[in-house]
């Protein structure tokens, strides 16, 4: 199993991100994935999760702003970060888990600020 995330940047309080995770070696369509996100100093916490289906749910935090998505032909989750906030500064993680097994990508840092 391989996650793989990209898109993370800096960018300015308001502005809108696109995060990418590409996976390998299982069968996608079949399991949920998620975004987790770490901000220093801490816990990882549960941003976003699709289903296999396409259920979606989110944290309070990022209801109406943020939207998760999968393109199962690509093998690829999505995660679309609208009007971003400096509390949103975090490094984010695509996970997945599989026979009980959570497996983790090598993150991606997104910076909000002025």
């Known amino acids: 199993v391989q996650l793989v995330e990209s898109g993370g940047d800096l960018v300015q309080p308001g502005g809108s991100l696109r995060l990418s995770c590409a996976a390998s070696?299982?069968?996608?369509?079949?399991?949920?994935m998620s975004w987790y996100r770490q901000a220093p100093g801490k816990e990882r916490e549960l941003v976003a999760r699709i289903s296999g289906g396409g259920s979606t749910n989110y944290a309070d935090s990022v209801k109406g702003r943020f939207t998760i998505s999968r393109d199962n032909a690509k093998d690829t989750v999505y995660l679309q970060m609208n009007s971003l906030k400096p509390e949103d500064t975090a490094v984010y993680y695509c996970?997945?888990?599989?026979w009980g097994v959570g497996y983790w990508g090598q993150g991606t840092q997104v910076t909000v600020s002025s």
């Open positions: 070696g299982f069968s996608f369509s079949r399991y949920a």
């Open positions: 996970n997945t888990l599989i």
